[in-house]
């Protein structure tokens, strides 16, 4: 948790000294790339560092020390293929629909996708064999650190621009990436120790290709709103007055997004036990902590959002009504964050990908429409709506499931 805490500081001042350093139109750009990159890479990754929070575990349970061998080539094989093809077709549809200067900042940080994906998969690597505090680290602490370093670096000799930027945001991957290939292999050597690797590709593809689809769906929930307002008009500087707001209002998605990390091994065990006293009891110590951060969370938003959006420049400020809206939507998703995890590891995958795809298309005709008539508020607005329907809809399914499961 504390590193997690370090992590979002990190990543906050760099984002202030850019917001601060930076041009409104500048930062749009930028802004725009970031999250044009991130929705790819949740997409390079290949569903396959979710998948392997799943199996991992059991093969280490099972003593199939071939199959994981065999498992972690497979999957960082895999994220350096599919990043370099997603790239390479990122790039061509990106020079055909160019039309403005800001669209090049795109291409150049299509140029980190494969090294995004094969970090993000190695990091759930590092999680699944029960190394939690390693892997939040690396993702929290190394890659923001070395971004804010390098931004750092770059003002003070007065070459910041959003390609300096970018470059900056990707030195964090470039620099995480053979530390977390590293430690999987040390971690994995004395489990397959004399043992051949064995290969399963085509069911570990078709196994995580659901994992693929949630992971995208799950990235264009909440990335969308800054997406979309990139590459359609929009009036101003809206998306620079939204990117803040956003970014604050949903910190609060890294506490469930390292808690959530945490316990998915353990209720993959729990559920191939059938061992459903303790899961009680896990989902009871994950609510605690999860209500306590949350109640922090919007206290600090509702009482010093307009100071904390004053740290970019006075001229985000404005953005205030949107930042609690977004804070809102974010901390119902954060209370439910675990519900896809059950619908996931209890085959209960339709319902999911049928929850998240209807929520996602909601989502984005209410970005585009709500942008229209409200501009940034109206995109917050749409965030908070989809968001929230998404999170209360999976709990209900969730709990319907796990229902099923147990009278089975």
Same mark, same amino acid.
């Given at each position: 948790?504390?590193?997690?805490?370090?992590?979002? %500081?990190?990543?906050?001042? /760099?984002?202030?000294?850019?917001? &601060?350093?930076?041009?409104?139109?500048?930062?749009?750009?930028?802004?725009? /790339?970031?999250?044009?990159?991130? $929705?790819? /890479?949740?997409?390079?990754?290949? =569903?396959?560092? *979710?998948?392997?929070? *799943?199996?991992?575990?059991?093969?280490?349970?099972? *003593?199939? @020390?071939?199959?994981? =061998?065999?498992?972690?080539?497979? /999957? $960082?094989?895999? @994220?350096?293929?599919? =990043?370099?093809?997603? @790239? =390479? %077709?990122? @790039?061509?549809?990106?020079?055909?629909?160019?039309?403005e200067e800001r669209e090049k900042v795109v291409l150049e940080a299509l140029v980190y996708l494969p090294v995004m994906a094969v970090v993000g998969v190695a990091i759930d690597f590092l999680l699944a064999f029960r190394m939690p505090v390693f892997a939040t680290l690396l993702a929290r602490i190394v890659i923001p650190l070395t971004t804010l370093i390098c931004i750092g670096l770059t003002i003070q000799a007065e070459r910041l621009s959003p390609s300096t930027a970018v470059f900056a945001f990707g030195a964090g991957s470039l620099i995480?990436?053979?530390?977390?290939?590293?430690?999987?292999?040390? *971690?994995?050597?004395? !489990?397959? !120790?004399?043992?051949?690797?064995?290969?399963l590709a085509g069911p570990w593809f078709l196994n995580s290709l659901s994992f693929l689809v949630f992971s995208f769906l799950t990235a264009w929930i909440f990335r969308a709103p800054l997406v979309i307002m990139h590459h359609i008009p929009h009036s101003g500087n809206e998306l620079a007055l939204l990117a803040p707001a956003l970014e604050t209002g949903c910190l609060v998605l890294l506490l469930a997004k390292s808690t959530d990390k945490y316990f998915q091994p353990m209720i993959s065990e729990y559920l191939t036990t059938n061992n459903w006293a303790e899961g009680r009891k896990m989902?009871?110590? &994950? $609510?605690?902590?999860?209500?306590?951060?949350?109640?922090?969370? %919007?206290?600090?938003?509702?009482?010093?959002?307009?100071?904390? !959006?004053?740290w970019y420049g006075d001229k985000y400020v404005v953005a205030y009504p949107s930042l609690c809206v977004i804070a809102i939507g974010s901390s119902i998703w954060t209370i439910c964050s675990l519900a896809p995890t059950y619908l996931q590891y209890t085959d209960a995958l339709r319902r999911l990908l049928g929850s998240l795809l209807g929520h996602a298309i909601l989502l984005t005709v209410l970005t585009v429409w709500l942008n229209r008539m409200f501009g940034t508020f109206g995109v917050a607005l749409a965030y908070a709506v989809s968001i929230s329907s998404l999170s209360l809809c999976n709990m209900w399914l969730a709990s319907g499931r796990l229902r099923e499961v147990r009278q089975a």
């Open positions: 948790m504390c590193a997690n805490i370090v992590g979002i %500081l990190l990543a906050y001042a /760099a984002t202030i000294l850019l917001a &601060r350093n930076l041009e409104p139109s500048e930062f749009e750009s930028y802004i725009g /790339a970031i999250a044009t990159l991130g $929705l790819l /890479a949740s997409l390079g990754e290949g =569903g396959i560092g *979710k998948y392997s929070l *799943k199996i991992v575990p059991q093969y280490v349970l099972q *003593k199939e @020390a071939g199959l994981l =061998g065999g498992f972690l080539r497979f /999957a $960082l094989g895999s @994220a350096i293929l599919l =990043g370099i093809l997603l @790239a =390479g %077709l990122a @790039a061509i549809i990106e020079l055909a629909v160019q039309v995480c990436l053979p530390i977390a290939i590293g430690a999987n292999f040390t *971690k994995s050597e004395p !489990l397959t !120790l004399d043992s051949r690797p064995i290969f989902r009871w110590l &994950r $609510l605690q902590w999860i209500g306590f951060g949350i109640t922090g969370f %919007l206290g600090l938003v509702f009482f010093f959002g307009r100071t904390i !959006l004053g």
